[in-house]
Structures are given as structure tokens and as C-alpha cells.
T-cell receptor, first 116, second 114 residues
Framework: NAGVTQTPKFQVLKTGQSMTLQCAQDMNHEYMSWYRQDPGMGLRLIHY???????DQGEVPNGYNVSRSTTEDFPLRLLSAAPSQTSVYFCASSYTRTGSLNSPLHFGNGTRLTVT | AQTVTQSQPEMSVQEAETVTLSCTYDTSESDYYLFWYKQPPSRQMILVIR??????QNATENRFSVNFQKAAKSFSLKISDSQLGDAAMYFC???????????FGAGTRLTVKP
């Protein structure tokens, strides 16, 4: 049972480049989400999904795209990277079934992204 | 939207002593869940403790306990008998019972002095 797996752990991009951060979970969680962590700002929600084929925006969605074709995978795409997207990115998942909403988020180990 | 406030950017405690980290939140909902997460230098996010808003009894997990004051919208974390391994960033988080997204505070960096 691997939990939530994020790749890569580190990435350096030039302004304007694109890339995809991968996230996979093997816990059959319906809910998956992406956060970015910046100093002094905690974790801010970028996008989330409550099941395959369903995605929605969080607090800071601009500049990011997501899709959810399977229950297991929830990739985050940066189409044209900007220095403001330099951050640490976390993928997280949990159950959403009624009665399970108190289930905590399970986090991946994060990706440190630097855009120069 | 719900907001979570951690007013102490940094705290320090002597080893074996007790420290309390503060957290307040703003919501109009009556049913929700609160969490404390620990983030050591490894960057992992580790669940420390959780509290259901409908429960009056404060949650405890070994040396970690909370003081949940629903009317005051306060959710503080008490760490007893602090250990060097407790040094980390601590995040308070709110999750609505009616939605799915989880909102986090800005974090408190805890230093433990030997």
C-alpha cells in the first residue's frame, strides 16, 4: 500500500515551459486535491476532484489545469510556467462517502518546483 | 469562505515542557471537522489529531491534546512533555461537513530547545 505517490520530487523550469506533476493513490479515495505551499501562507487549494470525470477550482486555480480520468490519478498541468508558480506542491486524497467526511487528507511527499 | 488563522508564526519550548499552539477559524456552519498536521523538515504532512465539531469532548492522542471551544471558534493544540522530535511546522485545518475542500492556517513553526 503506497498511499499517495507524487512525482517528481524536484523540478526546475524556465518561464514559459510546460510540465505535468503526477499524483496517484491506491486507497480508492474518491476525493483528490492539489495544494501549493508558500512561506507564511500555509497550504492553498488549487484544484480538487470528487470522482473520475469531476473537477473543480479551489482558491488559486489560475495557471493550472487538472483532469481526472481514473479514480487513482490526478495530474496537475502547468501550461506556461511563471516565476510566481515557484512553490512546493502537494497532492492529497481522502474518502468522501457520507460519514467519512471527517476522514483526514492523506498527503504525498510534495514537489519542489522552481521557475526561473 | 471559511478562514483559518494561526496568530503565532513561531513558538519555542524547552524540552519536557508544555506548549500550546493557537488556532481560530471563521465559519457559519455548525458541522465541520478540525485537524492539526505536523510538517517536519522532511516536508511530509503528518496528521497529529482531529476533532469533530459535534463532539464536546476534547480529542487527545498521547502527548497531544486540543482545547476546542466551539462558540469562540478556537482550536488550540497542547503538546505535553515536548520532545526534540516535535520540532516542526504545525498547521491547523478546517474541513466542512457539507463540502470537501480543506482550508489551512499559515502555520506555526515550533522549536524545541534541549
Amino acid at each position: 500500500n503506497a498511499g499517495v505517490t507524487q512525482t517528481p520530487k524536484f523540478q526546475v523550469l524556465k518561464t514559459g515551459q510546460s510540465m505535468t506533476l503526477q499524483c496517484a493513490q491506491d486507497m480508492n479515495h474518491e476525493y483528490m486535491s492539489w495544494y501549493r505551499q508558500d512561506p507564511g501562507m500555509g497550504l492553498r487549494l488549487i484544484h480538487y476532484s470528487v470522482g473520475a470525470g469531476i473537477t473543480d477550482q479551489g482558491e488559486v486555480p489560475n495557471g493550472y489545469n487538472v483532469s481526472r480520468s481514473t479514480t487513482e490519478d490526478f495530474p496537475l498541468r502547468l501550461l506556461s510556467a511563471a516565476p510566481s508558480q515557484t512553490s512546493v506542491y502537494f497532492c492529497a486524497s481522502s474518502y468522501t462517502r457520507t460519514g467519512s467526511l471527517n476522514s483526514p487528507l492523506h498527503f504525498g511527499n510534495g514537489t519542489r518546483l522552481t521557475v526561473t | 469562505a471559511q478562514t483559518v488563522t494561526q496568530s503565532q508564526p513561531e513558538m519555542s519550548v524547552q524540552e519536557a515542557e508544555t506548549v500550546t499552539l493557537s488556532c481560530t477559524y471563521d465559519t457559519s456552519e455548525s458541522d465541520y471537522y478540525l485537524f492539526w498536521y505536523k510538517q517536519p523538515p522532511s516536508r511530509q504532512m503528518i496528521l497529529v489529531i482531529r476533532q469533530e465539531a459535534y463532539k464536546q469532548q476534547n480529542a487527545t492522542e498521547n502527548r497531544f491534546s486540543v482545547n476546542f471551544q466551539k462558540a469562540a471558534k478556537s482550536f488550540s493544540l497542547k503538546i505535553s512533555d515536548s520532545q526534540l522530535g516535535d520540532a516542526a511546522m504545525y498547521f491547523c485545518a478546517y474541513r466542512s461537513a457539507y463540502g470537501n475542500d480543506m482550508r489551512f492556517g499559515a502555520g506555526t513553526r515550533l522549536t524545541v530547545k534541549p
